[in-house]
């Protein structure tokens, strides 16, 4: 039987405490429904500031630190990829509590931060030729200029939550910034639709048309949230269908027996 030694299981306390961020980070953004665009780059954030804590961790054993090298050239390398899509910069501008403020937190290059910036103001005409919201388009004074300017909000409100009650404000960056902060962040919850729709097609249900699984996924799914769906009226309809009796016509069929004797 195999043992491990005193240092192996010291490499294994110093992993665990090392991953058990990343368990942490895992299991946020695997959360349904949870996990949105704006939790993306903090949470990056946090694995690296723990890898580098590792790195820099003389305590910790030499092949610890060389997994943390290795991790955090991996994190690195899907870090720079957020840089193809202006949604995520935009999700953490339009952020009341982060702004640029966070970006100089975390000691970014000035030259990224001004990308940033002039990544949202490319964008803050967005929704403006609809006026759903009674938005003064004719405004003098730049919002988003306006926006930045103005110090972060320190109070742990939900970003979404702080942009919808000012809806009826006439803020010209309250749809803008609806739209990108409930952007989620993963695919999670479309995965798990696809696996109830594949559930709905069992070798039984095989021959069920396009719409019956489709209301069928729907329904499934509907029927997880409360109070969505009136559950009391569905089992009383399908009682009511089982009381029904079905009634068969049989039709008198005559047979001449001596007729097929001869």
Request: aromatic residues 8%; contains cysteine; hydrophobic residues 40%.
């Amino acid at each position: 039987m195999y043992k491990l030694s005193t240092i192996e299981w010291m490499i294994l306390t110093q992993l665990e405490n090392l991953l058990q961020g990343f368990l942490e980070a895992m299991q946020i953004v695997s959360q349904a429904g949870t996990p949105l665009l704006h939790h993306v780059i903090p949470l990056i954030d946090l694995c690296m500031t723990l890898l580098e804590d590792a790195i820099a961790d003389s305590s910790n054993h030499q092949s610890v630190h060389v997994a943390a090298v290795c991790g955090l050239r991996v994190l690195n390398k899907y870090y720079s990829k957020t840089d193809d899509s202006v949604m995520y910069r935009i999700a953490m501008v339009l952020h009341p509590r982060y702004k640029l403020e966070y970006f100089c937190c975390q000691r970014w290059e000035a030259s990224w931060i001004e990308t940033a910036e002039e990544i949202a103001k490319k964008r803050k005409h967005y929704h403006e030729d609809i006026d759903s919201f009674g938005l003064n388009v004719d405004a003098d004074v730049d919002a988003l200029t306006a926006y930045l300017e103005a110090l972060i909000v320190e109070v742990h409100l939900d970003p979404i939550q702080y942009w919808s009650l000012q809806l009826s404000g006439g803020n010209p960056l309250v749809q803008m910034a609806l739209d990108f902060l409930s952007a989620p962040a993963a695919s999670t919850d479309v995965e798990r639709a696809f696996s109830c729709g594949g559930l709905t097609v069992s070798k039984r249900r095989h021959a069920l048309s396009d719409q019956s699984v489709h209301c069928g996924t729907v329904f499934g799914l509907w029927a997880g949230v409360p109070g969505l769906i009136q559950e009391n009226n569905i089992v009383s309809s399908m009682k009511e269908r089982n009381k029904r009796t079905k009634v068969t016509k049989v039709p008198n069929v005559y047979i001449d027996l001596e007729s097929d004797i001869e």
